[in-house]
């Protein structure tokens, strides 16, 4: 099984790896809303399997950015010129598939293509489903564009995706589906 928990990890790592990037919104701005879809690709070294292991963990997150890894994306932008954003990060942790889920918080951080970020602390539950997994970060945009607003962050990686756990390589890389929306707080 995936150590949730550790990708929450890495996402909060990716706010601190950003946070000297971040622009604060004037204090005058409009609150805005964003919707977009995209895809998130993890690469672990050595792979993921069901002992835990110090590995190599790079994350590179896209909103409405095609790429190989990111296949399709969408953003729908009120109040805001933002049509795309992106997170890149890489942080050594101790991860392996068994580890026991539960819940994560961090700080996690989007540079949006009209030159500014999103920094938003986080809650992370997963949701396991008979054919997917899901990691579901809530919380709070504390700083940057749309600071105050609500988000909602989901991943999904199907599950036979994890079926290389029992293998000597075990996982390598994963998929995942991305889906964010912040909305007025």
């Not at 504390?142 to 909602?152: A, C, K, M, P, Y």
Request: net charge negative; aromatic share 6%; proline share 3%.
């Amino acid at each position: 099984m995936l150590n949730w928990r550790r990708v929450a990890a890495v996402a909060g790592v990716a706010g601190l790896g950003l946070g000297g990037a971040l622009v604060a919104a004037p204090a005058n701005a409009a609150t805005g809303a964003i919707n977009c879809t995209g895809w998130t690709y993890a690469t672990y070294s050595p792979g993921l399997t069901n002992t835990t292991k110090s590995t190599a963990v790079v994350v590179d997150g896209y909103v409405n950015v095609l790429n190989a890894h990111s296949p399709t994306g969408s953003c729908l932008a009120l109040g805001s010129t933002a049509s795309s954003g992106e997170r890149h990060v890489t942080a050594q942790l101790n991860v392996g598939c068994d580890e026991v889920l539960g819940v994560e918080t961090g700080v996690e951080t989007i540079t949006w293509n009209d030159g500014q970020s999103t920094s938003f602390s986080f809650t992370a539950n997963v949701i396991r489903g008979d054919s997917t997994s899901q990691l579901v970060e809530t919380g709070t945009v504390i700083s940057g564009e749309f600071t105050g607003d609500q988000v909602v962050e989901t991943f999904t990686a199907p599950n036979t995706d994890f079926a290389g756990c029992t293998t000597a390589g075990g996982v390598t890389s994963l998929d995942f589906a991305t889906v964010l929306t912040i909305t007025p707080g």
